[in-house]
């Protein structure tokens, strides 16, 4: 059989969330020597024009793959028979599939046959989050049956070479909303069964390295192979949240019969599926000691991992996120070939939409106003914007203010969208409820006592309205010239202009000023030396009495 460095040939299926670490994993690792690299992606939509952005995206993708020297195919796995596929497999030696779930059932079975068709030397196929031995067939998530079938074909064959990498659940999926487990606004922690069940957790970087170092560095690993960057409870991830974000979390338990309602009331929602299947806590952890990366490459844990990740948002096309790092080109010793560079000013999006924030949060750092301070939002001196409100963040353009310009918000409702018509009744401020106003009417013996006080009060009213009448009467007219205006503060006082002309209006002659009068400028010095030394002589005296 031959080893993959003498066909040195590597197809990646897909390049999603996990492809993109792999593509950037394998590229770069050292021992990768004449390994060439292709990456399959699925062929454009149907009557694309060309121009969206989803299309540019995959384009540039595709450009800077390349640019790096890493070839591209064009295939539909999900259309495409078996011996179509199988062509294709057929020129390379290993094959690692990132192809994800979200293709129709049969499809992770079709790819293993076409594998095993066109006689590759090793296969990583997508069976990378449980361990579905231990599940068992039958469970709430009908696709586990499926991945069973793959290993049962790869177990009953001895030309392929396979590699299955259990890496227990995605860090991104961790933080799901509709997953459920860490809410978001990182507030509420949701148990899936109990809190000391146990889940093992992994980001998408550090499987990329795994498969790349079992792919180049440990050549006789086969079967089934585990890797762990986090074995921890309900309880524990609930912990590590809230000491490394310093955030106080709600916690929150669903049972396995509340689950087993929830797929019940919904039996074909794949994710009350996977909850499901996690809330019977078989298959979905395995302790530390035993994984792979233990004892080959250290992958980072949950506590460190917390520190420097942030779940990014559905909007973002997976082809735009960066797969590749520039390596140094500049030398590091000396000064005088320094780079002149100082540090990251840390600009872009502190706040992403529908996060919760309070005034005076940082929601958009940028150099120049490429993003407008919308409503509850203002700008600083650098162009940062913060919230003025609390509420929640979304950006939005308005075309009422400007065609072209993108605007930051905060609104008090999460899902509100801005801009709001002029017309549209006002949404009440966040932490503020409305009551509603009482109107029983009161009982005969309230009324009768509050009848008695009113005419009470009404005589004392009365009296005081007089006296207050012939008050005003007597006090003096303030004449046209002494109109106040209001100043900073909403105080209203009179004008500069009036103060200044106080003196005339009083018939007080005062002596023009003279600025080359220097006998008037003298004598103002000497009477303020000379007070200023009537004001010593008293401390002077007290020091002399001690």
């Not at 024009?49 to 450009?63: C, K, M, Q, V, Y």
């Not at 192979?225 to 986090?230: K, L, S, T």
């Not at 009467?473 to 303030?478: A, D, F």
Request: proline share 6%; with cysteine.
């Amino acid at each position: 059989m031959d080893n993959p460095a003498s066909k040195p040939s590597i197809l990646i299926l897909g390049a999603g969330e996990l492809g993109n670490e792999v593509i950037s994993a394998v590229w770069d690792h050292p021992q990768r020597n004449d390994n060439s690299l292709t990456v399959l992606l699925r062929p454009d939509p149907r009557g694309d024009p060309g121009s969206n952005p989803a299309t540019l995206a995959r384009h540039e993708f595709i450009s800077t793959l390349q640019r790096k020297g890493i070839s591209t195919i064009r295939a539909d796995i999900a259309n495409d028979t078996e011996a179509d596929l199988a062509a294709i497999f057929s020129k390379y030696s290993t094959i690692i599939g990132c192809t994800g779930m979200t293709y129709p059932s049969g499809t992770q079975l079709k790819l293993a046959k076409a594998v095993l068709a066109a006689k590759v030397d090793r296969y990583f196929p997508w069976q990378y989050g449980m361990d579905y031995d231990v599940i068992g067939r039958g469970s709430s998530q009908d696709l586990f049956n499926e991945q069973i079938d793959v290993r049962d074909l790869l177990r009953g064959q001895s030309e392929t070479r396979w590699v299955i990498v259990s890496t227990g659940l995605f860090m991104s999926f961790l933080f799901e909303p509709a997953f459920g487990v860490v809410g978001e606004g990182m507030e509420v922690v949701t148990a899936l069964g109990g809190w000391d069940n146990e889940i093992t957790v992994t980001v998408p970087r550090d499987i990329g390295r795994a498969i790349a170092e079992i792919l180049f560095g440990d050549d006789d690993v086969q079967g089934v192979v585990y890797v762990a960057g986090e074995t921890a409870s309900y309880e524990q991830i609930a912990g590590i949240v809230e000491t490394v974000k310093k955030v106080s979390m709600k916690r929150e338990l669903a049972t396995v019969e509340q689950l087993d309602q929830e797929l019940k009331a919904d039996p074909d929602n794949g994710m009350k599926k996977y909850r499901a299947v996690f809330g019977e806590g078989k298959g979905v952890a395995w302790p530390m000691e035993e994984a792979w990366n233990v004892r080959k490459a250290r992958l980072r844990p949950l506590s460190s991992l917390l520190r420097s990740w942030e779940p990014q948002s559905k909007s973002l096309a997976p082809f735009l996120t960066p797969i590749f790092a520039r390596n140094a080109s500049h030398r590091t010793e000396g000064s005088a070939n320094g780079s002149h560079q100082g540090p990251g000013k840390r600009l872009g999006a502190k706040k992403g939409a529908s996060e919760l924030v309070v005034p005076g949060n940082i929601i958009f750092r940028q150099r120049g106003t490429h993003w407008f301070p919308g409503e509850n939002c203002d700008m600083g001196r650098d162009h940062t914007i913060f919230a003025t409100q609390k509420g929640y963040v979304t950006y939005y353009k308005d075309p009422n203010k400007h065609p072209d310009r993108k605007y930051i918000g905060v609104v008090f409702e999460r899902g509100m969208k801005l801009p709001v018509s002029p017309h549209a009744p006002r949404k009440r401020r966040l932490g503020l409820l409305g009551r509603e106003m009482s109107t029983a009417a009161p009982s005969p013996v309230v009324q009768e006592a509050a009848e008695q006080d009113v005419a009470a009060e009404g005589a004392e009213t009365k009296k005081t309205f007089v006296a207050l009448k012939a008050k005003k009467q007597k006090k003096e007219v303030v004449p046209p010239h002494q109109d106040m205006v209001m100043g900073h503060g909403y105080m209203y006082r009179e004008a500069n202009w009036s103060i200044g002309r106080a003196a005339e209006r009083a018939g007080v002659k005062v002596r023009e000023f003279d600025p080359r009068d220097r006998f008037l400028a003298w004598r103002r010095t000497a009477a303020r030396q000379r007070e200023a030394r009537e004001k010593k002589v008293p401390r002077l005296n007290a020091k002399k009495m001690k």
